[in-house]
């Protein structure tokens, strides 16, 4: 290659950098700003903090908090986010179908023909530099409107999708879901119906019942139910006066569950009233939450007809395996104990020792945490010898290992958890845990499971 060519080679590369450096961004801009022009306003919805419509005489404002948007007018209430950004979109995304510039109004045109020298409706947002957008008359063209922008006498022509938008009264734009909190964001709750209470409380991350019994909870079964609950959607806000409610069916005797969250706000009370009229029909209710009297859906009141029964863990006995280092079966007249030993376990029956892989011992934990209660049964002490608990035929023992002396326990086995059983009848074995006064009704399968014998073990 002679130096001609280098040469050309390299005043075509300089002139390629100047076009990239200096020209294309330059025409970039230029197709960015006709982009632009097309469109009446120039927004970034995340810059917005607030919301102001005028329909008439009535005023509506909706101001952000955070990632959260209320409705700041006559009553104040948490605001859609899928109403509020529908509308934001819909401002940034008006199209402009034609322009009557101010200097055509000096000649020949009225601004008033346009309804817009004294517009009834108006919308602005602020937090951004577009202005405020008044609403005038319909156009001759289905679906498009006359519109203005505040100080300018410029008339333009665009869709009526906006207006539309903010034309709804001020209840369409509350947010109609019951709640925003999720059910890990609830710490205790209350159920109050006929004069009996159920509380249920998290316990780390567990759950348990307290009232009317203590007993453990599913805790699968707690977040189904306030999933449920919490998002359970709001058909009508009814009423925003909280006075006499007793118009609606409610009172001091109605159903009422009460929500204590985990996120610094004040409890909040759900009461049911009376059967709302009509063909969607549902319930009256009042929420302190939103201050406000809505009508739920019959499905999300019948979520208050749950029982302490159907919310109980169903799994004979919860182990964590990180804390268990022993356990004791007994059987009849066999004894075996299994203790950890390292990675592994180590087994003894009588004389006999012999290694026990952690697998084998993790498959019976599994086994046994998913054995399931059939039923529970409440029954007086003295007539534990009915159900042959007295003397039970196996039982099974666990035990943790605290290596070290603390100021509340010494260093040694602690036992965490029995459970003893009673011998099969008719396909059912009895059951009891250490410390409950209850009987419970198990498969009779678990006999064999809590085997005593070295050679279902090794």
Request: aromatic share 10%.
């Amino acid at each position: 290659m002679n130096r001609y060519v280098t040469a050309l080679l390299f005043f075509i590369a300089v002139l390629i950098g100047i076009f990239v450096v200096f020209v294309q961004p330059h025409l970039q801009s230029s197709r960015d700003e006709e982009i632009r022009g097309n469109f009446l306003l120039s927004l970034d919805p995340d810059h917005i903090r607030s919301i102001r419509i005028h329909n008439g005489d009535d005023t509506i404002q909706i101001d952000r908090h955070g990632t959260n948007w209320e409705v700041g007018s006559k009553v104040r209430d948490r605001a859609s986010p899928e109403v509020v950004a529908n509308i934001l979109e819909t401002a940034k995304n008006i199209r402009i179908y034609d322009k009557i510039s101010a200097s055509e109004f000096k000649r020949k045109l009225d601004i008033k023909n346009f309804g817009l020298k004294w517009p009834r409706q108006r919308f602005d947002l602020i937090g951004d530099s577009s202005p405020e957008i008044c609403f005038g008359n319909d156009a001759a063209i289905s679906g498009r409107v006359y519109v203005r922008k505040q100080n300018s006498q410029s008339v333009y022509l665009v869709s009526n999708q906006l207006q539309t938008l903010i034309s709804y009264p001020l209840n369409t734009f509350r947010d109609r879901q019951l709640t925003q909190w999720a059910p890990n964001q609830i710490r205790n709750f209350v159920l109050k119906r006929g004069g009996s209470e159920l509380e249920v409380q998290q316990t780390g991350s567990f759950w348990k019942i307290s009232r009317p019994l203590d007993a453990r909870a599913d805790s699968k079964k707690i977040y189904q139910f306030l999933d449920a609950l919490l998002s359970a959607p709001i058909l009508e806000f009814v009423d925003d006066d909280n006075g006499d409610l007793s118009r609606f069916g409610i009172d001091d005797r109605s159903t009422s569950i009460t929500f204590k969250p985990n996120t610094g706000e004040s409890p909040a009370v759900l009461r049911i009233g009376a059967r709302a009229p009509g063909e969607e029909g549902g319930y009256y209710a009042q929420f302190t939450a939103r201050e406000s009297v809505v009508r739920l859906p019959a499905s999300a009141v019948q979520l208050l007809e749950v029982n302490s029964g159907e919310l109980r863990e169903r799994s004979l006995f919860p182990i964590n395996p990180d804390v268990l280092d022993c356990m004791i079966i007994r059987s009849g007249t066999r004894l075996l104990t299994l203790n950890r030993k390292g990675e592994d376990w180590k087994g003894q029956e009588g004389n006999l020792e012999f290694p026990v892989t952690n697998g084998r011992i993790q498959k019976f934990l599994s086994s046994f945490e998913q054995q399931g209660i059939k039923k529970f049964l409440t029954v007086p002490e003295n007539t534990m010898t009915a159900y042959g608990l007295d003397q039970p035929w196996a039982s099974i023992e666990f035990y943790s290992l605290l290596s070290e002396n603390t100021p509340e326990t010494s260093a040694g086995l602690h036992k965490i958890g029995a459970v003893v059983f009673s011998s099969q009848k008719e396909g059912i074995v009895y059951a009891q845990i250490a410390d409950s006064s209850e009987v419970l009704v198990v498969d009779s399968s678990i006999l064999s499971l809590i085997s005593a014998e070295s050679s279902n073990w090794k």
